[in-house]
């Protein structure tokens, strides 16, 4: 409503002022913190928590971890030392803050935009990578998603990028304003419940505690996959155990025996057990998104039906001569894996449609020499 005008001279000294209709900005703790609380109102204990500022991965995938000197922002710096590194969940929409340890490990797993990932590994496992991110919070880290900070095209100042696929892609502003912007979808998302009968998967949306050490979180890990895998008829077709950080496959699989398709995409495998041999009527096996697993077992030569294989973003370093006895493989996916030569076997596998060797270091002679000897075969990198 329009205020009437009014002289000064008739004014009291106690009248207060007209107000001038701007509200005073609300600082990121505070924008967090209320938010945290209609969460909390509406879903539960189970959609909001913090992350302990020690948590530690198992492993890094490198020795050297970011230096962030002059990459975190001071308005983020006080925003964790006040609350700490966060989380909430609603099922549908979900955000978490970084510990320190888990925000080296995954500002290791990103790329640099413009930059060959084989070079940029290099001065990594080297010692001597200048990090230019550092990667601060994400809802899936599955695939290195998330928002980094870096230095803007403006000036020296620390802003957030989005990070998708492992790529710093695009600036999104001040963490201020990125903050602000991020928080939108959550509190749509507990303002439009779910519907009757649904129920939302709350909890840490990173499963940081289950990738972290600790001999409660192996133990949790152990029983997970088997209790996990025991839900499964045993006559299933197709198991997916995707992302579910179990850190190992129990020998209890074998006993699907008429499994065709078994996803273990991003389970934290440091290794494949032998018995997965046994599972004669296999056709798709997808191992990628473990970074470390390094070996295969011999026994992979045994799936006689095996039409598809994926090891990407794996430390596989060589492949087993065994494998070269798939008469049906059709593809082969070896994307940002240690492969560095191919194996003479790998030509003569005249089922084979699709090898896929993106951001490996196989030289470019050998890929040519492969090319001409199969040039009825897709293959990645393109010339």
């Known amino acids: 409503m329009a205020q009437k005008k009014t002289s000064s001279s008739s004014q009291s000294k106690s009248t207060p002022r007209a107000s001038t209709g701007k509200q005073e900005p609300v600082s990121p703790e505070g924008a967090w913190t209320g938010l945290e609380q209609q969460v909390l109102a509406a879903m539960g204990p189970k959609a909001v928590g913090q992350y302990p500022s020690d948590l530690e991965p198992m492993s890094l995938v490198f020795e050297q971890v970011p230096d962030e000197t002059g990459l ?43 930059r060959q990932w084989t070079d940029v590994r290099a001065e990594r496992e080297a010692g001597r990578h200048v990090y230019r991110f550092v990667m601060f919070a994400s809802a899936d880290l599955n695939d290195v998603n998330g928002f980094a900070f870096g230095r803007g095209a403006g000036d020296d100042a620390p802003v957030v990028f989005q990070v998708e696929d492992s790529l ?17 979808p959550l509190r749509k998302a507990v303002a439009k419940p779910a519907g009757a009968g649904k129920k939302p998967e709350l909890g840490d949306p990173l499963a940081l505690l289950q990738e972290s050490l600790g001999e409660a979180a192996a133990k949790a890990r152990q029983a997970g996959a088997a209790a996990l895998l025991d839900t499964f008829p045993r006559d299933t077709r197709a198991i997916a155990l995707l992302h579910r950080k179990l850190g190992v496959v129990p020998d209890m699989v074998a006993e699907f025996t008429e499994l065709k398709t078994l996803t273990l995409k991003g389970a934290g495998l440091k290794e494949l057990p032998a018995v997965l041999g046994r599972l004669s009527k296999l056709e798709q096996l997808d191992c990628s998104w473990n970074a470390e697993l390094a070996t295969l077992p011999s026994e992979l030569g045994q799936l006689q039906h095996l039409e598809s294989l994926n090891l990407d973003h794996t430390a596989v370093a060589t492949l087993p001569e065994v494998l070269g006895q798939l008469s049906r493989l059709r593809s082969l996916s070896l994307k940002n894996t240690r492969i560095t030569a191919l194996p003479a076997w790998l030509s003569r596998l005249a089922t084979l449609e699709f090898l896929d060797l993106s951001q490996t270091d196989v030289p470019p002679g050998e890929l040519e020499a492969f090319r001409k000897a199969r040039p009825e075969c897709s293959m990645y990198p393109r010339p």
Do not use: C, D, H, I
């Not at 609350?83 to 888990?102: C, H, Q, S, V």
């Not at 892609?169 to 990125?178: D, N, T, V």
């Open 72 to 114: 975190l922002p001071e308005s983020y710096q006080r925003f964790v030392e006040a609350l700490g590194y966060r989380w909430l969940n609603t099922g549908k929409k979900a955000l978490a803050f970084l510990p320190p340890r888990w925000r080296a490990s995954a500002s290791q797993g990103m790329g640099e935009p413009n």
């Open 168 to 184: 710093p892609l695009r600036e999104l502003g001040s963490f201020e304003a990125w903050l602000g912007k991020a928080l939108e």
